[in-house]
């Protein structure tokens, strides 16, 4: 197994401020805007997107968490994982709501979060940010915001790292069809 770093703590910085300048072109007069992050580095990413998104509309945008782990459809085939907690700042009846992830696979994630959306209001617009598009979608689910598009063999591995979680921030690749470190 090789692994490749893919994007460093400047590239995950910079795709994030481009990410936020995107969400906020899209929605410039949405008063009810919320981002909604799925755990665990989603709500990471939400709550940087919502900072800088802040500071570029000039008025708060808040951001929340969004638990999907009892909405799976793989919930039989994966390990137990405790629950986490879901935080919705705001009523979700006519909002905006942007959910946040760190990678976008097969879009079952994502499908989750449509569902439990639905125990907390009828939001008026989904959209969807993501970090890493990977393709390999099972779903028809396509994100509106994405800070690096990364087609990946279905046996690689991809690794987002945040500061808050891992200590650093970075994207990796990691698996038999990964190329070597490259020297810069």
Do not use: C, W
């Not at 490749?4 to 910079?14: F, H, Q, S, W, Y």
């Not at 951001?63 to 979700?92: F, S």
């Not at 939001?123 to 099972?138: I, K, N, S, T, W």
């Not at 779903?139 to 991809?158: C, W």
């Amino acid at each position: 197994m090789t692994l490749r770093t893919l994007l460093g703590a400047d590239d995950v910085r910079r795709a994030v401020t481009r990410m936020a300048h995107e969400l906020v072109e899209h929605d410039p007069d949405a008063d009810r805007l919320v981002l909604l992050g799925i755990p665990t580095r989603g709500a990471v990413l939400a709550r940087r997107l919502a900072e800088q998104m802040t500071r570029i509309a000039g008025r708060e945008i808040p951001a929340g968490v969004l638990d999907v782990t009892l909405y799976r459809d793989d919930l039989a085939g994966q390990p137990t994982r405790a629950t986490r907690r879901t935080d919705v700042p705001i009523d979700l009846d006519g909002a905006t709501v942007v959910l946040v992830d760190d990678v976008l696979f097969s879009g079952r994630t994502v499908r989750a979060a449509l569902d439990a959306l639905t125990a907390f209001g009828r939001p008026a617009v989904v959209r969807l940010a993501v970090l890493v598009d990977r393709g390999h979608r099972e779903l028809p689910i396509r994100p509106d915001s994405v800070g690096r598009n990364l087609p990946s063999a279905k046996t690689e591995r991809v690794r987002v790292t945040l500061v808050e979680v891992d200590g650093a921030d970075a994207v990796t690749i990691e698996g038999p069809l990964a190329k070597p470190e490259e020297q810069a």
